[in-house]
T-cell receptor, first 110, second 115 residues
Framework: DAKTTQPTSMDCAEGRAANLPCNHSTISGNEYVYWYRQIHSQGPQYIIHGLKNNETNEMASLIITEDRKSSTLILPHATLRDTAVYYCIVFSGNTGKLIFGQGTTLQVKP | DTGVSQNPRHKITKRGQNVTFRCDPISEHNRLYWYRQTLGQGPEFLTYFQNEAQLEKSRLLSDRFSAERPKGSFSTLEIQRTEQGDSAMYLC?????????????FGSGTRLTVV
């Protein structure tokens, strides 16, 4: 599975949109982009995933560029409870396991 | 179903002792995964099962570590002769086969402290 690159940390004001970028320039055609988040002392939580189309669910939106080499996770109205580490993972299912990187620590500030 | 359950939540043990953790996955999920997470790092893959078969083990899983899933339901992870370097959060996750369209559901983890 391809590797991803994320900023180490980001800040966001409460109530504003949080846009978390991810680069995955070596992604191959059968690999999906997954996003998880981990709130302190809890297990990672699935947020959203996509292949090439933009996706939206009740938690977030995922924007994938046309060349699929990068993506952005959007939390439309960040709250203090969205403070967490966000992981972008490229996964095809072939290897049978998710591989986590360091992720982005998002700090939502009042 | 209340999700993936891990017990105990916390374990403090003396160096050299054996410890065992338990994971109860979501009942209809046939895949079960173990990860280890140290402070400031992302979770590291240890091993996974499909039903009762252990399909892959990471190099991180030394011979002091053993995992079982005897009936394809719950799983145990045992660490023998614990070392201080084993101190970490041990996470369990489950998914339908492959997890491609559903993601993994993680438990809250077992935090191990070796003193």
């Amino acid at each position: 599975d391809a590797k991803t690159t994320q900023p180490t940390s980001m800040d966001c004001a409460e109530g504003r949109a949080a846009n978390l970028p991810c680069n995955h320039s070596t992604i191959s055609g059968n690999e999906y982009v997954y996003w998880y988040r981990q709130i302190h002392s809890q297990g990672p939580q699935y947020i959203i995933h996509g292949l090439k189309n933009n996706e939206t669910n009740e938690m977030a939106s995922l924007i994938i560029t046309e060349d699929r080499k990068s993506s952005t996770l959007i939390l439309p109205h960040a709250t203090l409870r969205d403070t967490a580490v966000y992981y972008c993972i490229v996964f095809s299912g072939n290897t049978g396991k998710l591989i986590f990187g360091q992720g982005t620590t998002l700090q939502v500030k009042p | 179903d209340t999700g993936v359950s891990q017990n105990p939540r916390h374990k403090i043990t003396k160096r050299g002792q054996n410890v065992t953790f338990r994971c109860d996955p979501i009942s209809e999920h046939n895949r079960l995964y173990w990860y280890r997470q140290t402070l400031g790092q992302g979770p590291e893959f240890l091993t996974y099962f499909q039903n009762e078969a252990q399909l892959e083990k990471s190099r991180l899983l030394s011979d002091r570590f053993s995992a079982e899933r005897p009936k394809g339901s719950f799983s145990t992870l045992e660490i023998q002769r614990t070392e201080q370097g084993d101190s970490a959060m041990y996470l369990c996750a489950s998914s339908p086969q492959g997890g491609l369209n559903y993601g993994y559901t993680f438990g809250s983890g077992t935090r191990l402290t070796v003193v």
